[in-house]
């Protein structure tokens, strides 16, 4: 897995070395679009505005316009050459519960990994941090953009979340209706979100339509006929305190048998030793 970006973590007087590697993938099943008519792939080329002549990667360069069709070129290099030591740096400005800090902001994860040097200050880090049960929110360039930035500590390490700033949070578009709900609703509701209460475990939760996906193409590959599974329909809400009694059964009956299943390959296997 490649670095995306070296650099340090300073924490008061003390300066951490650390890399930054990727934590998510795109993991869905990706497409290429072909000509209609003859199935051929579809290529795009960059041509050049003013002569139409096709250019390659290697002579395009990044440019500013500032004013109409008049550009100022800026390199990779001029970029780095005007990066101090501090905008390198994961500077730690402060530290807050991570439950205060609304999910809407949360952009890209890394993976935090100490360099050479730097493995005891990061571990004393991580440790007073959970201990004290805070996140530390930092800032530092990355790429071409200053990035705000949550340091995350966690059982088996450090996680960065990327944060984007309040200028690029967007208002909820429309006004709507908050209804006033009674005690014996709520009360209801309460019942059906503890009847579905358990530890979140990631490896449970599979992308169901992509696995759908990949039974489509190979359906496909096979020169199968492609059949439309049976929709169904949500039922319409007539009466809230009926539907929330019946959810609540519902998921009492689930947890009962899941618990049963759990337990009862441990009941025979006591039975056996007996």
Do not use: W
């Not at 795009?44 to 139409?52: A, D, E, L, N, P």
């Not at 990949?214 to 169904?232: C, N, T, Y």
């Amino acid at each position: 897995m490649a670095v995306i970006q070296k650099g340090a973590i300073s924490f008061g007087l003390v300066y951490i070395p650390v890399s930054l590697y990727t934590a998510t993938q795109d993991s869905d099943i990706s497409f290429n679009q072909l000509h209609k008519a003859d199935k051929s792939r579809i290529r795009y080329k960059k041509v050049c505005g003013h002569c139409g002549k096709e250019v390659e990667a290697k002579d395009i360069v990044r440019g500013f316009e500032y004013a109409k069709d008049e550009y100022v070129v800026i390199t990779d290099e001029e970029i780095e050459s005007i990066k101090t030591e501090k905008d390198r740096t994961i500077t730690i400005m402060s530290f807050a519960a991570l439950d205060e800090i609304s999910p809407v902001y949360y952009d890209k994860a890394y993976h935090v990994v100490p360099q050479k040097g730097g493995g005891k200050a990061m571990e004393l880090l991580r440790r007073a941090m959970i201990k004290t049960q805070r996140a530390a929110l930092g800032k530092t360039v990355i790429g071409n953009s200053e990035k705000l930035l949550v340091i995350i500590p966690r059982e088996d390490g450090m996680l960065i979340q990327t944060l984007l700033f309040q200028d690029d949070i967007k208002e909820i578009p429309v006004d709507y209706e908050r209804p006033n709900v009674t005690e014996a609703e709520l009360n209801m509701a309460e019942q059906l979100i503890h009847g579905m209460e358990e530890p979140f475990a990631p490896e449970k939760y599979k992308d169901e339509f992509q696995e759908k996906l990949k039974a489509l193409i190979a359906d496909k590959i096979a020169g199968k006929a492609v059949v439309r599974p049976k929709e169904e329909k949500p039922g319409v809400i007539i009466d809230l305190m009926e539907a929330l009694k019946a959810s609540v059964k519902h998921a009492g009956e689930k947890k009962s048998a899941s618990s049963a299943k759990i337990s009862r390959p441990h009941s025979a296997k006591t039975r056996k030793q007996a």
